[in-house]
C-alpha cells in the first residue's frame, strides 16, 4: 500500500524557515518524481513544486522560486520542501503527491494527508 | 502559463440525478487531462486520468470525455457519498495548474 507521510509544518513568522518532509513507502521512490501542492484555508489547488526521479530536475511555480527549495532522498525514501522569506500568502495545507507514470511527470495517484503551515506574527 | 476554467462553480444536485463537470483549456492540452475528487477534510483522490482512462477503485459512475481544449467529467446516478469539490488538473505543460473546482452538494 503506497502511503506518503508529511511532517514539518507548524507556526512561523513572517520571514522564518521551514524544512517540510514526506516519508515514502509502498512503491520503488526513487523511479517516480514527485510534487508538492499545496491549499489554502478554503481555496483550490495550487502547484509549487516538482522533482525528478533521480533528483537532476526540479521546477517552481513563480510564487515560490527563489525561496523554496525540493529535494529528495532516494536512500531514505523521503521529499522535502525547504521554504524560507515565508509570507503570510504561503499559509496552506502542503500535500506530498506521487507522480503516476514512472520516470515522467504526469499524473498524480497518490496524495499525502498534508500538512498545515501557518505564516503568522 | 495553461489556465483551466470549470463550470459551474457549484452544483446542488438530488441523487441519481446525472452530474456534468467541464473544464476548458486556455490552449490544446491533447488528453493530458485529469480528473480529482477532494471530500471535506481529506486529500484529493484521482478519478480519471488522460481525460477518459478509468481508475482501479474508482465507482464505474464515474466517466470522463474530450480531448484537445475541452473536457467533461460525468457522474451518472449521484450517490450521497459523491458529495466533493471537483478539480481538473492538466499535465501537458510546466507549470501544472488544476481548475478553480466544482462543489458538488446534495439536495
Known amino acids: 500500500e503506497v502511503q506518503l507521510v508529511e511532517s514539518g509544518g507548524g507556526l512561523v513568522q513572517p520571514g522564518g524557515s521551514l524544512r517540510l518532509s514526506c516519508s515514502a513507502s509502498?512503491?520503488?521512490?526513487?523511479?517516480?518524481?514527485m510534487h508538492w501542492v499545496r491549499q489554502a484555508p478554503g481555496k483550490g489547488l495550487e502547484y509549487v513544486s516538482a522533482?525528478?526521479?533521480?533528483?537532476?530536475?526540479?521546477y517552481y511555480a513563480d510564487s515560490v522560486k527563489g525561496r523554496f527549495t525540493i529535494s529528495r532522498d532516494n536512500s531514505k525514501n523521503t521529499l522535502y520542501l525547504q521554504m524560507s522569506s515565508l509570507r503570510a500568502e504561503d499559509t496552506a495545507v502542503y500535500y506530498c503527491?506521487?507522480?503516476?507514470?514512472?520516470?515522467?511527470?504526469?499524473?498524480?495517484?497518490?496524495w499525502g494527508q498534508g500538512t498545515l503551515v501557518t505564516v503568522s506574527s | 502559463e495553461i489556465v483551466l476554467t470549470q463550470s459551474p462553480d457549484f452544483q446542488s444536485v438530488t441523487p441519481k440525478e446525472k452530474v456534468t463537470i467541464t473544464c476548458r483549456a486556455s490552449?490544446?492540452?491533447?488528453?493530458?487531462l485529469h480528473w480529482y475528487q477532494q471530500k471535506p477534510d481529506q486529500s484529493p483522490k484521482l478519478l480519471i486520468k488522460?481525460?477518459?482512462q478509468s481508475i482501479s477503485g474508482v465507482p464505474s459512475r464515474f466517466s470522463g470525455s474530450g480531448s484537445g481544449t475541452d473536457f467533461t467529467l460525468t457522474i451518472n446516478s449521484l450517490e450521497a457519498e459523491d458529495a466533493a469539490t471537483y478539480y481538473c488538473?492538466?499535465?501537458?505543460?510546466?507549470?501544472?495548474?488544476f481548475g478553480p473546482g466544482t462543489k458538488v452538494d446534495i439536495k
Open positions: 503527491v506521487k507522480d503516476g507514470s514512472p520516470g515522467y511527470y504526469s499524473y498524480f495517484d497518490y
Open positions: 509502498g512503491f520503488t521512490f526513487s523511479s517516480y518524481a
Open positions: 522533482i525528478s526521479s533521480n533528483g537532476g530536475s526540479t
Open positions: 490552449q490544446s492540452i491533447g488528453s493530458s
Open positions: 488522460y481525460a477518459s
Open positions: 488538473h492538466q499535465s501537458s505543460s510546466l507549470p501544472f495548474t
